[in-house]
């Protein structure tokens, strides 16, 4: 089974940037799509990016389209986030799931990071 860690989370001004790294231990991140997703305090948890396994394609939500771009460097087994011209509303729970053979912010995720914390400030 594979164990998802992330890292890179912290504290920024809006408009900044950040880079959130998820790294895929034990098997690896072999044939596994990766999703992006959040979670706000008292709101329901949103995808906000996915990739493929290839990393050839992406999908991303409205809310960040053209602010947050997802990118994996398999021999690293590692899939980033790179977060620009944050908001506060950005401010969340970030957490990286995988998927064997599947892909897509729709896909029922069972492998899950433990989180880390971005909190954007105005």
């Known amino acids: 089974q594979v164990q998802l860690v992330e890292s890179g989370g912290g504290l920024v001004q809006a408009g900044g940037s950040l880079t959130l790294s998820c790294v895929g231990s034990t098997l690896g991140l072999t044939h596994h799509g990766v999703g992006w997703f959040r979670q706000a305090p008292g709101k329901e948890r949103e995808s906000v990016a996915a990739i493929t396994w290839s990393g050839r394609t992406t999908e991303y939500a409205d809310s960040v389209k053209g602010r947050f771009t997802i990118s994996r460097d398999n021999a690293k087994n590692m899939v980033n986030l790179q977060m620009s011209s944050l908001k506060p509303e950005d401010t969340a729970v970030y957490y990286c799931?995988?998927?064997?053979?599947?892909?897509?912010?729709?896909?029922?995720?069972?492998?899950w990071g433990q989180g880390t914390q971005v909190t954007v400030s105005s």
């Open positions: 799931a995988a998927i064997y053979a599947d892909w897509g912010l729709r896909a029922q995720y069972n492998i």
